[in-house]
């Protein structure tokens, strides 16, 4: 069956280390893989979008990888910040560049000052 | 970009009623999708409205229990029927912004308990 993992347990760190977050999948082909991030009583907000022919995305402080060999996707802070603070999810779409998403579970990050 | 609106930003309803959720969009969008998120879970898609046609359901949700409405390119409802408690989550609507683009918009969400 299709199934997107990320790390299950939260991730906590100190301000100015870099934060890395899994993301696996199995059973999918993707077009591309996204992140984004929800805080407590809001919808999620888009961060990056990294398609199946790129292997990393950067956006100010935010770098994506995407391996489809390994089925994965890593997502970095880097010089992590309290706000960073956050629940992280990926999603892919749910077969070949559709519209429609999948999510996985989840991560959360604590930064920590 | 697309804002959405949505409301009510949450509820505590009796079971056994029902509950419609409105989602409207500031642009014309040709599909629109509600998402359901159980307590400490990840998103769950519940369906995916047209307008003009009847919505696709994914496994698991019904149109019965998930009546959705798609008047216009700019709003959407989804009712959620003769609650249980089971249905206390919060209820998402989003949309993809430019076709191909993946990348998707969300609204602030529904909190609805019930009891």
């Known amino acids: 069956s299709q199934k997107i993992e990320q790390n299950s347990e939260a991730l906590n760190i100190q301000e100015g280390k870099t934060a890395t977050l899994t993301c696996n999948y199995t059973?999918?082909?993707?077009?591309?893989l996204q992140w984004y991030r929800q805080d407590p009583g809001r919808g999620p907000v888009f961060l990056l979008l990294?398609?199946?022919?790129?292997k990393e995305k950067r956006k100010e402080r935010l770098k994506v990888t995407f391996d489809t060999t390994l089925k994965q996707s890593l997502f970095h802070i880097t010089a992590s910040q309290p706000a960073d603070s956050a629940t992280y999810l990926c999603?892919?779409?749910?077969?070949?560049?559709?519209?429609?998403?999948?999510f996985g579970t989840g991560t959360r990050l604590q930064v920590f000052p | 970009s697309a804002v959405i609106s949505q409301k009510p930003s949450r509820d505590i309803c009796q079971r056994g009623t029902s509950l419609t959720i409105q989602c409207q969009v500031d642009?014309?969008?040709?599909?629109m999708f509600w998402y359901r998120q159980q307590p400490g879970q990840s998103l769950t898609l519940i369906a995916t409205?047209?307008?003009?046609?009847?919505?696709t359901y994914e496994s698991g949700f019904v149109i019965d229990k998930f009546p959705i409405s798609r008047p216009n390119l700019t709003f959407s409802t989804l009712t959620v029927s003769n609650m249980s408690p089971e249905d206390s989550s919060i209820y998402l609507c989003?949309?993809?912004w430019g076709t191909g683009s993946g990348e998707a918009f969300f609204g602030q969400g529904t909190r609805l308990t019930v009891v």
């Open positions: 989003s949309v993809e």
């Open positions: 059973n999918y082909s993707p077009a591309y």
């Open positions: 990294i398609r199946e022919n790129e």
């Open positions: 999603a892919l779409d749910a077969s070949y560049n559709t519209d429609k998403l999948i």
């Open positions: 642009s014309q969008v040709t599909m």
């Open positions: 409205a047209n307008q003009g046609s009847e919505a």
